[in-house]
């Protein structure tokens, strides 16, 4: 058997980071299992529905890097099929016309309420003569769903779970304008695209059994499913805007890395061994839905920050240099210019040591391409306004540093601090403020080597008032 999974969001809103670890899933059950992982756009709520989510969508999945097979399906698109089966089932004496209106219904339910009875639909219509219908009335097509036993789904994640027949009412699989229900549609359109496991969260546990009934009553195989918790904040409460449910381009936006993103989705709510560092590689050799927790996952926004500190590390510089520089020209309100981009590519190994988004880390490298004088910030101001006087003494012997190497930058620094009986944090602290207008930046002399000599003695100039042969 071929491995058939896929994701189904509803393009009423964007993709959030609980679908996104839905759509993770089953991307990596399928990839792992050498077989499909489809995309359906469940967008028959046309009222709600809107082409920017679907677009936010697709771009979503694409960043996260969860390639689907085929062609999307959109719902909406297939409702002559799905209303095609519901007649069927009509016609095969396994679904019946009801004529009760929404007044009744609603008198229905609030009886029931009133009684502290479940709210379920009576079966008023279930074996009453149609003869009987009311003129000009529209009917819907409700399923004829089995009165007693049980209905028993062996979940693979949940285990065996069983809910008794009386519990559940005969659904609507066809309005009364002709419409299907999204009952109806969406075991229609899993039998069709031939999936063979539904991994979704476990909110939709109470509609599988109503679904399972209904691949029954249409003679197909059902699909194994396997329900995973939802994720929580990390109090515990319900996933929400506070905690970090938010749309995957909001994390986009944070300057996080999809990889990172991924191995942190994967970790909420499925475990190998010890392991919180996952390639997407070892997690699709590895992924399988035993090791999925039944406990809901709860997500901290610190500890992806975290993650993803160090596959910024562990990130190509060449890569980040072109994350980093339209960030760049946001900051600096225009584009990079030519010898900014070159120090930033070269600074790119420095900055990424320190950073955990890539938003710090354009931050931090917003000195490689400011134009000359920098603003200097408090502290910077202080260790210049301190060790002014070293500066302008250790300028001739800086200038006269040939080649112009990292290493023969400190050791020029070393001698100029020892001569004086200083330190050398007392030289090199000042130059930093000098040459970044920070307190804070990547190792000074492998900025002063990517500055290079003629804009390293350019700043310098700038702090003492410049002019220096």
């Known amino acids: 058997m071929t491995v058939v999974t896929r994701f189904a969001p509803s393009p009423t809103g964007y993709l959030h980071i609980g679908g996104a670890r ?13 077989g499909k992982f489809h995309l359906r756009i469940e967008d028959t709520d046309r009222a709600r529905s809107t082409q920017d989510a679907v677009d936010k969508i697709f771009q979503g999945l ?21 209303a095609e089966v519901a007649r069927q089932l009509l016609a095969e004496g396994k679904a019946y016309r009801c004529w009760c209106s929404p007044e009744e219904l609603a008198a229905i339910r609030e009886d029931q309420r009133a009684k502290g009875q479940p709210m379920r639909y009576p079966g008023i219509w279930r074996d009453r003569d149609p003869a009987e219908a009311p003129a000009g009335v529209a009917p819907v097509i409700r399923l004829k769903a089995p009165a007693e036993g049980e209905t028993v789904v062996a979940d693979l994640v ?16 066809l309005r009364a304008d002709g419409t299907p229900t999204y009952m109806l549609s969406v075991v229609v359109d899993d039998h069709d695209m031939g999936i063979t496991h539904v991994i979704r969260g476990d909110d939709h546990l ?31 409460a319900k996933l929400s805007k506070r905690h970090g449910a938010l ?7 944070m300057g996080l890395l999809p990889e990172a ?13 010890d392991d919180e560092i996952i390639s997407t590689e070892q997690a699709v050799a590895w992924f399988t839905l035993e090791n999925v927790g039944r406990s809901p996952a709860r997500f901290d926004l610190a500890k992806l920050a975290n993650l993803n500190g160090h596959y910024l590390r562990q990130a190509e510089d060449g890569r980040l240099a072109g994350l980093l520089l339209p960030l760049l020209a946001e900051r600096l309100g225009g584009p990079v210019d030519a010898a900014g981009e070159a120090r930033v590519r070269a600074g790119v190994g420095g900055l990424k040591e ?29 260790l210049i306004g301190e060790g002014g006087a070293d500066l302008a003494a250790f300028r001739p012997l800086l200038a006269a540093v040939s080649p112009w190497t990292r290493e023969g930058l400190e050791e020029a620094a070393r001698s100029f601090a020892e001569a004086r009986g200083l330190k050398l944090g007392k030289i090199a602290q000042p ?27 350019g700043r310098l100039d700038d702090i003492s008032g410049g002019g220096q042969p």
């Open 247 to 253: 749309g995957v381009e909001a994390y986009r936006d």
């Open 22 to 34: 839905t759509a993770l899933f089953n991307w990596l059950f399928a990839r792992h299992c050498g």
């Open 62 to 82: 694409e960043w996260l890097g969860l390639d689907w097979d085929g062609e999307p399906v959109h719902q909406f698109a297939r409702a002559g099929r799905h």
């Open 261 to 273: 993103v991924r191995n942190y989705l994967l970790r909420l709510g499925w475990s190998h061994g």
């Open 431 to 457: 130059l930093r403020a000098a040459l970044t207008g920070s307190a804070v930046s990547p190792p000074v002399f492998e900025v002063m080597e990517i500055l290079g000599r003629d804009e390293t003695l």
């Open 158 to 173: 949940q285990g065996e779970v069983r809910v008794a027949n009386s519990q559940l009412d005969d659904m609507v699989l």
């Open 354 to 382: 320190r950073a955990k988004t890539l938003l710090e880390m354009a931050d931090s490298a917003l000195f490689y391409v400011r134009s000359r004088p920098l603003a200097l910030d408090d502290k910077a101001a202080r």
């Open 206 to 236: 109470t509609n599988t059994f109503r679904q399972y009934q209904l691949y029954r009553a249409c003679g197909w195989d059902v699909p194994q499913f396997a329900h995973i918790p939802l994720i929580h904040g990390p109090d515990g």
